[in-house]
Protein backbone atom coordinates (compact mmCIF):
# COMPACT_ATOMS: atom_id res chain seq x y z
CA UNK A 1 0.00 0.00 0.00
CA UNK A 2 1.05 3.13 -0.82
CA UNK A 3 1.72 5.92 1.69
CA UNK A 4 0.15 9.89 1.76
CA UNK A 5 3.71 10.77 0.36
CA UNK A 6 3.74 8.80 -2.53
CA UNK A 7 -0.04 9.33 -3.52
CA UNK A 8 1.11 13.47 -2.78
CA UNK A 9 3.56 13.14 -5.68
CA UNK A 10 1.90 10.91 -7.58
CA UNK A 11 -1.57 13.48 -7.86
CA UNK A 12 0.85 16.50 -8.30
CA UNK A 13 2.42 15.14 -11.19
CA UNK A 14 -0.65 15.39 -13.00
CA UNK A 15 -1.30 18.83 -11.98
CA UNK A 16 -0.51 21.98 -13.39
CA UNK A 17 1.24 24.12 -12.11
CA UNK A 18 -1.80 26.81 -12.43
CA UNK A 19 -3.95 24.51 -10.74
CA UNK A 20 -4.38 24.84 -6.87
CA UNK A 21 -4.19 21.51 -4.85
CA UNK A 22 -6.50 21.84 -2.12
CA UNK A 23 -6.01 18.01 0.06
CA UNK A 24 -9.19 17.67 1.44
CA UNK A 25 -8.54 15.83 4.70
CA UNK A 26 -11.91 15.77 6.38
CA UNK A 27 -12.26 12.76 9.20
CA UNK A 28 -8.59 11.61 8.78
CA UNK A 29 -6.39 12.33 11.56
CA UNK A 30 -3.93 14.88 12.29
CA UNK A 31 -1.59 12.36 12.08
CA UNK A 32 -2.43 12.10 8.07
CA UNK A 33 -2.82 15.29 7.33
CA UNK A 34 1.10 16.01 8.91
CA UNK A 35 2.30 13.33 6.51
CA UNK A 36 1.04 15.57 3.79
CA UNK A 37 2.47 18.77 5.38
CA UNK A 38 5.58 17.35 5.46
CA UNK A 39 5.47 16.18 1.93
CA UNK A 40 5.31 19.92 1.13
CA UNK A 41 1.44 20.20 1.22
CA UNK A 42 -0.23 23.49 2.75
CA UNK A 43 -3.10 23.60 1.43
CA UNK A 44 -5.92 22.00 3.89
CA UNK A 45 -10.42 21.28 3.29
CA UNK A 46 -12.44 20.54 5.69
CA UNK A 47 -15.99 20.34 5.52
CA UNK A 48 -16.69 20.36 9.64
CA UNK A 49 -15.93 23.70 11.23
CA UNK A 50 -15.09 22.39 14.62
CA UNK A 51 -12.85 19.23 13.31
CA UNK A 52 -10.57 22.15 10.95
CA UNK A 53 -11.03 24.37 14.04
CA UNK A 54 -8.99 21.11 16.49
CA UNK A 55 -6.56 20.77 13.41
CA UNK A 56 -5.42 24.48 13.11
CA UNK A 57 -4.79 24.52 16.90
CA UNK A 58 -2.92 21.16 16.83
CA UNK A 59 -1.30 21.94 13.53
CA UNK A 60 1.84 24.60 11.68
CA UNK A 61 0.39 27.93 11.71
CA UNK A 62 1.50 28.46 7.71
CA UNK A 63 -1.35 26.02 6.63
CA UNK A 64 -4.00 27.65 4.83
CA UNK A 65 -7.57 26.25 5.69
CA UNK A 66 -10.31 25.89 3.20
CA UNK A 67 -13.87 25.68 4.45
CA UNK A 68 -15.22 23.36 1.41
CA UNK A 69 -18.34 21.87 3.15
CA UNK A 70 -21.62 23.66 3.62
CA UNK A 71 -21.70 26.28 5.85
CA UNK A 72 -24.13 26.55 8.41
CA UNK A 73 -24.37 30.34 9.64
CA UNK A 74 -24.48 29.79 13.07
CA UNK A 75 -21.09 28.50 13.09
CA UNK A 76 -19.08 31.09 11.04
CA UNK A 77 -17.41 32.48 14.36
CA UNK A 78 -15.59 29.47 15.13
CA UNK A 79 -13.32 29.78 12.00
CA UNK A 80 -13.04 33.53 11.14
CA UNK A 81 -9.92 34.19 12.88
CA UNK A 82 -7.89 31.97 10.56
CA UNK A 83 -9.88 30.31 7.30
CA UNK A 84 -7.92 30.99 4.45
CA UNK A 85 -10.81 30.75 1.67
CA UNK A 86 -14.32 29.76 2.13
CA UNK A 87 -15.43 27.61 -0.91
CA UNK A 88 -19.47 27.03 -0.58
CA UNK A 89 -21.06 30.30 -0.45
CA UNK A 90 -24.78 29.53 -1.52
CA UNK A 91 -26.73 32.88 -0.27
CA UNK A 92 -26.48 36.41 0.79
CA UNK A 93 -27.47 35.79 4.22
CA UNK A 94 -24.32 33.44 4.16
CA UNK A 95 -21.89 36.45 3.07
CA UNK A 96 -23.39 38.98 5.16
CA UNK A 97 -22.80 36.49 8.24
CA UNK A 98 -19.32 35.90 7.02
CA UNK A 99 -18.57 39.89 6.66
CA UNK A 100 -19.85 40.23 9.94
CA UNK A 101 -17.23 37.77 12.02
CA UNK A 102 -14.62 38.70 9.58
CA UNK A 103 -15.07 42.11 11.08
CA UNK A 104 -14.58 41.36 14.54
CA UNK A 105 -11.43 39.96 13.25
CA UNK A 106 -10.88 43.10 11.44
CA UNK A 107 -9.70 40.40 8.24
CA UNK A 108 -11.25 40.30 5.11
CA UNK A 109 -12.05 36.69 4.15
CA UNK A 110 -11.89 35.15 0.73
CA UNK A 111 -15.03 33.57 -0.70
CA UNK A 112 -16.03 31.41 -3.57
CA UNK A 113 -20.06 31.83 -4.74
CA UNK A 114 -21.09 27.94 -5.53
CA UNK A 115 -23.05 27.91 -8.56
CA UNK A 116 -25.31 24.85 -8.98
CA UNK A 117 -24.39 22.53 -12.00
CA UNK A 118 -25.47 19.48 -10.84
CA UNK A 119 -28.64 17.93 -12.19
CA UNK A 120 -28.59 16.48 -8.55
CA UNK A 121 -31.03 17.79 -6.59
CA UNK A 122 -29.28 17.05 -3.11
CA UNK A 123 -26.37 19.45 -4.61
CA UNK A 124 -26.02 23.12 -2.65
CA UNK A 125 -25.53 25.97 -5.00
CA UNK A 126 -27.17 28.55 -6.68
CA UNK A 127 -28.03 29.16 -10.29
CA UNK A 128 -26.15 31.91 -12.17
CA UNK A 129 -28.86 34.61 -12.38
CA UNK A 130 -28.98 34.08 -8.87
CA UNK A 131 -24.83 34.90 -8.47
CA UNK A 132 -25.07 37.78 -11.25
CA UNK A 133 -28.12 39.53 -8.77
CA UNK A 134 -25.78 38.89 -5.45
CA UNK A 135 -22.85 40.41 -7.10
CA UNK A 136 -24.28 43.53 -9.01
CA UNK A 137 -26.16 44.38 -5.85
CA UNK A 138 -25.49 47.54 -3.85
CA UNK A 139 -25.90 45.29 -0.68
CA UNK A 140 -23.48 43.27 -1.54
CA UNK A 141 -21.14 46.14 -2.40
CA UNK A 142 -21.46 47.48 1.08
CA UNK A 143 -19.72 43.92 2.56
CA UNK A 144 -16.25 45.48 3.22
CA UNK A 145 -15.11 42.57 5.16
CA UNK A 146 -15.43 39.84 2.47
CA UNK A 147 -14.06 39.34 -1.04
CA UNK A 148 -15.30 37.23 -3.69
CA UNK A 149 -12.33 35.59 -5.71
CA UNK A 150 -14.41 33.18 -7.52
CA UNK A 151 -17.08 30.28 -8.15
CA UNK A 152 -16.65 26.27 -7.12
CA UNK A 153 -18.74 24.48 -8.16
CA UNK A 154 -19.61 20.02 -7.94
CA UNK A 155 -20.79 18.16 -10.55
CA UNK A 156 -23.26 15.03 -10.64
CA UNK A 157 -21.65 12.25 -9.10
CA UNK A 158 -22.01 10.27 -12.34
CA UNK A 159 -19.27 8.08 -14.82
CA UNK A 160 -21.26 10.01 -17.87
CA UNK A 161 -18.71 11.93 -18.93
CA UNK A 162 -20.36 13.62 -21.60
CA UNK A 163 -22.52 15.27 -18.48
CA UNK A 164 -20.07 15.80 -16.32
CA UNK A 165 -18.40 18.00 -19.04
CA UNK A 166 -21.38 19.77 -20.01
CA UNK A 167 -21.26 20.54 -16.39
CA UNK A 168 -17.73 21.77 -16.32
CA UNK A 169 -17.91 24.32 -19.36
CA UNK A 170 -20.85 25.68 -17.98
CA UNK A 171 -19.85 27.09 -15.11
CA UNK A 172 -16.24 28.24 -16.69
CA UNK A 173 -17.82 30.26 -19.36
CA UNK A 174 -20.09 31.54 -16.82
CA UNK A 175 -16.68 32.16 -14.51
CA UNK A 176 -14.85 33.96 -17.75
CA UNK A 177 -17.94 36.04 -18.68
CA UNK A 178 -17.25 37.55 -15.38
CA UNK A 179 -13.73 37.49 -14.71
CA UNK A 180 -14.11 39.81 -17.95
CA UNK A 181 -16.01 42.16 -15.96
CA UNK A 182 -14.27 41.98 -12.66
CA UNK A 183 -10.42 40.88 -13.05
CA UNK A 184 -10.43 40.02 -8.84
CA UNK A 185 -12.32 37.02 -10.10
CA UNK A 186 -9.31 34.40 -10.11
CA UNK A 187 -10.33 31.18 -8.69
CA UNK A 188 -12.58 28.27 -10.16
CA UNK A 189 -12.95 25.55 -7.81
CA UNK A 190 -14.34 22.27 -10.17
CA UNK A 191 -13.28 18.75 -9.38
CA UNK A 192 -12.27 16.28 -7.03
CA UNK A 193 -10.50 12.80 -6.85
CA UNK A 194 -12.72 11.20 -9.54
CA UNK A 195 -13.10 13.88 -11.81
CA UNK A 196 -10.31 15.97 -11.84
CA UNK A 197 -8.46 15.88 -15.19
CA UNK A 198 -11.75 16.84 -16.87
CA UNK A 199 -11.94 19.58 -14.56
CA UNK A 200 -8.46 20.89 -15.72
CA UNK A 201 -9.16 20.47 -19.21
CA UNK A 202 -11.92 22.72 -18.71
CA UNK A 203 -10.74 25.32 -17.21
CA UNK A 204 -10.35 24.44 -13.66
CA UNK A 205 -7.79 26.39 -11.44
CA UNK A 206 -8.41 24.53 -8.43
CA UNK A 207 -8.80 21.22 -7.44
CA UNK A 208 -10.48 19.53 -4.18
CA UNK A 209 -8.64 16.03 -4.04
CA UNK A 210 -9.10 13.75 -0.86
CA UNK A 211 -9.07 9.89 -1.64
CA UNK A 212 -6.28 9.89 -4.24
CA UNK A 213 -4.08 11.22 -1.54
CA UNK A 214 -5.42 10.01 1.82
CA UNK A 215 -7.18 6.66 0.66
CA UNK A 216 -11.03 5.55 1.38
CA UNK A 217 -11.11 4.81 4.50
CA UNK A 218 -12.23 7.23 7.49
CA UNK A 219 -10.91 7.92 10.29
CA UNK A 220 -11.96 9.79 13.54
CA UNK A 221 -9.53 12.85 14.52
Known amino acids: MTGIKENLQKVKATIPENVTLVAVSKTKPIADLKEAYNAGQRIFGENKIQEMVTKFDALPKDIKWHMIGHLQRNKVKYMAHFVDLIHGVDSFKTLKEINK ?4 HDRVINCLLQA ?21 SEEFSELQNIKIVGFMGMATFTNNQKQLQEEFTSLAAFFKKNQEKDP ?14 LAIANGSNMVRIGSAIFGVRNYIV
Not at 184 to 197: E, F, N, R
Request: aromatic share 8%; charged share 30%.
Open 101 to 104: QAKK
Open 116 to 136: RIAKEDTKFGLSFLDIDEIIS
Open 184 to 197: KLTTLSMGMSGDYP
